[in-house]
């Protein structure tokens, strides 16, 4: 008996002190139905959550730089209607209204912008992120890149999703063919021993299970170190027994990649080691590490200054030199990227 | 010095609360969402009688479900924090304490991180885990902290702080060894976060606050006495150990609630009983009651800041309480020492 009271009385205290907090999926409940009734459909993300999202989506909101150069790649940027403080590519990603980083975007700015989608992923954003828009009733979907193929198909499901037409399928075909080539032409070659730098002081390099490791392969490399964690810290040791045969930079510019190898190859021990030695460095673009389009650029450049010999123009008769010289120029990323290392050192 | 009466703790605490108050009302108009200060009273107004849909579904959103729950969890946090510190002040007769000082926040931090390890999608697991981290830490602390059957205050620090620096190697260890990418939160995490609040009902938390510094203000009168001296105290008739396992227990209860909530949100333990000693006295039956509001304050303002100041870019809340607290607090000692 006294025990039932006591019950009571406690069931008592937490009705009182719950009062006024409705439960949260009647809240979701609730803010449905005072949108608009759109017709929606249910699909499931890459991080096998259901989500139920409009068939007709004409304000998307991506929080994570990747998607936005996705979205700008499938044409559909006039619907993007808002992105982060990092989304730097295309130049004119950074015009559009921004809802912050892409670790903590201001939530209110993104309700703000009324979206019928935001895109998030698994490389940049946080899980935490990703379930309070969800509970706020904002429908989020999620990109889980692992490897370059996986960022492939991705596109084409993006495509699907938001309704972007035959853009995207031509791309990934373009992009597909591009990779296939790139194998072929690797084919005969040993994948080089090379060494991925992350970060210089402490030394950080890349786990095997990162998506920069699978774009390593594609480039023909192989990243030697063998570690369990994404971010291995490697000691000097560990680097002289691995004796890789290039170092790898995906810098935003030339000039910071140098200045790295620069940084690097006075320590001790590193100057002994046969890639500091010879000079075998290859820095590229640091869409490298970017799970969108322009990381194929990225690999192939990479390719092209680790495997040179496999790209020496054949000599085709009926053609100038200079145009050999033409077609053996890399692709637009590079150039960029040496052109603005030249803006660097005149303005300084 | 003017005794200490009921009446001058409830005009004290009654500016306190006016103060919070406007803080919140400031702080629901304030964000990356422009709301007119009109359009916040229109709305609270709808909402106060019942005509909950008139409010626009924005305003709704941004008010109610965003704004609010994050008001609501940074004054939870906040007093909490700073009647935990206040408690372990006393408790340890250090000025020096603060929540985390016996290793509460390590424990919630290694428990938060275990489940990003093993549970990483199964909801409130991070909160539980944090909670059952901190609880464990307690216990150890508490076994580790006796002497001769009662609780020492020397060996109590000493404990929590050995303590506090293994699980903080265990943390490093782990942080640098698991793969990395469900442990991105943790960053966010151990400088304190208010933005992805919990789908915890508040009104639990609130009770289980009030419940624990009530606890704690039970003891005041006691605290004042052990802080003349610990044998003093029981000459006088206080039950000194028991007074110290209540203190130690609502305290890191506080602690370990607010740390599974929000993560570690530094200085605002440290800093607001100080500062409310300089302001009203050192009575605890003062300082209790005025640590809870001048926390939750503190929080709301900094969390204000934070979302503000370079919005809609957020600050993380842990920095800005250090930034905004460091000076005031430097500002309040000098005053004080002149």
């Known amino acids: 008996m006294r025990r039932e009271q006591r019950r009571r009385i406690f069931a008592g205290l937490a009705v009182l002190a719950l009062a006024g907090f409705a439960p949260p999926r009647a809240r979701a409940a609730a803010m449905q139905g005072a949108r608009p009734a759109l017709e929606t459909r249910e699909v499931t993300d890459e991080t096998g959550r259901r989500v139920t999202v409009p068939v007709v989506i004409r304000r998307i909101v991506s929080i994570a730089p990747n998607l936005t150069e996705t979205i700008y790649a499938l044409g559909a940027q006039d619907r993007l209607v808002g992105d982060t403080d990092y989304c730097d590519y295309p130049p004119e990603a950074k015009q559009k209204p921004h809802v912050g980083g892409a670790l903590n975007p201001s939530l209110e700015a993104v309700v703000a912008l009324k979206p019928d989608l935001v895109l998030a992923t698994t490389a940049i954003n946080r899980r935490a992120t990703v379930e309070a828009l969800e509970r706020l009733g904002v429908a989020v979907y999620a990109t889980d890149p692992r490897t370059v193929e996986g960022v492939l198909q991705s596109m084409r499901t993006l495509s699907a999703l938001i309704g972007g037409g035959q853009q995207a399928d031509a791309l990934a075909a373009q992009l597909q063919t591009r990779l296939a080539d790139l194998r072929a032409r690797l084919a005969g070659d040993p994948p080089r021993r090379a060494l991925f730098v992350v970060w210089v002081d402490p030394f950080i390099s890349i786990g095997p299970r990162t998506f920069l490791a699978d774009a390593l392969r594609w480039a023909g490399a192989e990243s030697v170190v063998r570690a369990r964690g994404d971010w291995p810290q490697v000691s000097l040791e560990e680097v002289v027994r691995l004796d890789p045969e290039y170092l790898v930079f995906a810098e935003a510019d030339r000039a910071a990649g140098e200045s790295e190898f620069e940084e690097l190859k006075v320590r001790p021990g590193w100057r002994a080691l046969r890639a500091v030695k010879e000079r075998h460095i290859a820095i590229v673009s640091d869409a490298l590490d970017r799970p969108a389009p322009r990381m194929i650029d990225a690999i192939e450049e990479l390719a092209k200054q680790l495997h040179p010999e496999l790209f020496q123009p054949k000599a085709v008769a009926g053609r100038s030199k200079r145009e050999t010289r033409e077609e053996a120029m890399p692709p637009r990323i590079f150039r960029f990227s040496r052109f603005k290392f030249r803006y660097l050192r005149n303005s300084s | ?338």
Request: aromatic share 6%.
């Open chain 2, 1 to 338: 010095m003017r005794p200490l009466t009921a009446k001058k703790i409830a005009w004290i605490c009654g500016g306190l609360s006016l103060l919070l108050f406007a803080a919140v009302v400031l702080s629901l108009k304030l964000g990356a969402y422009p709301i007119a200060t009109s359009d916040v009273v229109m709305t609270l107004v709808r909402r106060a009688i019942g005509h909950t849909e008139q409010i626009p579904t924005d305003f709704r959103l941004v008010i109610f479900e965003l704004r609010l729950p994050r008001i609501a969890l940074g004054i939870l946090v906040g007093a909490a924090l700073s009647v935990s510190g206040a408690g372990f002040q006393a408790l340890l007769r250090n000025p020096l304490a603060d929540p985390y000082v016996l290793g509460v926040s390590s424990g919630a931090a290694l428990g938060a991180i275990l489940s990003l390890v093993w549970a990483p999608h199964v909801p409130l697991a991070m909160q539980g885990a944090a909670f059952a981290g901190a609880a464990l830490t307690i216990t150890a602390v508490y076994f580790l902290g006796r002497r001769g059957g009662q609780l020492d205050s020397t060996t109590l620090l000493l404990a929590g702080i050995i303590t506090a620096s293994f699980l903080s190697a265990v943390i490093v260890f782990l942080m640098t060894t698991l793969s990395g990418r469900d442990l991105r939160g943790m960053a966010f995490w151990l400088m304190g976060d208010l933005a992805s609040a919990p789908p915890i009902h508040l009104g639990f938390l609130f009770l289980v606050l009030v419940l624990a510094i009530g606890a704690i203000y039970s003891t005041a009168a006691d605290l004042n006495l052990i802080l003349t001296g610990e044998q003093e105290a029981r000459h006088l008739g206080v039950n000194v150990g028991r007074v110290k396992i209540v203190v130690y227990v609502a305290a890191s209860l506080l602690t370990g609630l607010a740390v599974s909530v929000s993560g570690a949100i530094g200085y605002v333990g440290l800093l607001v009983p100080h500062v409310m000693r300089m302001l009203f006295g050192t009575d605890h039956r003062i300082v209790i009651p005025t640590s809870a509001l001048g926390g939750a304050l503190a929080v709301v303002l900094a969390d204000m800041l934070a979302r503000t100041v370079i919005a809609p870019t957020e600050l993380p809340v842990g920095a800005m309480t250090a930034v905004a607290g460091a000076p005031v607090f430097i500002y309040l000692l000098r005053r004080r020492l002149r």
